[in-house]
């Protein structure tokens, strides 16, 4: 790591849209950390991608892993630049391989247990909440520090008030939890202002990842760009909520 390199750190990124993002932000010359819950996938992760990587051992459900994230950054880096809140889970049942039309009827309001909506908010909210709070101190280090929150179309309020053809997707689960993971940007967003630290959400599109039992139309390149995007853009303004490329997406 050179001393002017930007450092990033992408949780969940051992597979699908976060290995992508730290392959991407790699390629661009970033020191990144390679976050993962397991550790030995966190290491054959790393070893598969060119560049400055790291893997680091990461829980976001569990503070001491999150505490030992934090030290370990600190210990070897000092700071942060960049900070990626990409993990995420769509269930809580390990039924990872159903298929998208059963889990879209079971998931509905009316039959999800609340265990495991808890379960999602977990990973999904609360973790995202105690990360960006327990990486603060590093990234008030960095002159441009950057936060993306990896969401999704499925969490827009405003798109699922209207009718479309995939509005029954919409859950207390993964839906909501998106919806409040918007929220949670938009907050870090007016506190962070005034110290110049950027808080954005991007949305991945429908991406073809464990997530979504591979049923997703997009590749993970094509999920990962965005976030990319916005972590290395010097102009991209805070408390934004876009896909594609640059294209805002509603609330």
């Avoid at 051992?14 to 976050?35: H, P």
Wanted: proline content about 4%; hydrophobic content about 40%.
């Amino acid at each position: 790591m050179t001393s002017n390199s930007r450092i990033a750190f992408v949780t969940g990124a051992n597979q699908g849209i976060g290995l992508q993002i730290a392959t991407d932000l790699a390629a661009s010359g970033l020191t990144v950390l390679l976050a993962s819950r397991n550790p030995e996938r966190g290491q054959t992760a790393a070893q598969g991608i060119s560049g400055d990587v790291h893997p680091i051992q990461l829980d976001v459900t569990d503070k001491t892993s999150i505490d030992a994230a934090v030290a370990q950054v600190e210990q070897q880096f000092g700071r942060l630049d960049i900070l990626i809140n990409n993990a995420a889970i769509s269930r809580a049942n390990g039924q990872e391989s159903e298929t998208m039309e059963h889990y879209i009827q079971r998931s509905r309001a009316s039959l999800i247990p609340v265990d495991e909506v808890r379960t999602i908010w977990e990973t999904n909210v609360f973790g995202v909440l105690e990360v960006t709070q327990a990486f603060l101190p590093l990234l008030r280090k960095s002159k441009a520090a950057r936060i993306v929150n990896v969401s999704s179309g499925l969490g827009s309020l405003t798109i699922n008030s209207t009718p479309h053809p995939y509005r029954a997707t919409f859950n207390p689960g993964y839906g909501a939890s998106k919806t409040a993971l918007n929220a949670i940007t938009v907050a870090f967003a007016i506190d962070l202002e005034a110290a110049g630290i950027r808080v954005n959400a991007v949305t991945p599109g429908f991406t073809s990842t464990a997530l979504n039992n591979y049923e997703g139309t997009e590749t993970v390149q094509q999920g990962a760009a965005e976030a990319v995007r916005v972590a290395l853009s010097s102009e991209h303004p805070t408390g934004t909520f876009t896909g594609s490329v640059n294209e805002p997406c509603p609330w």
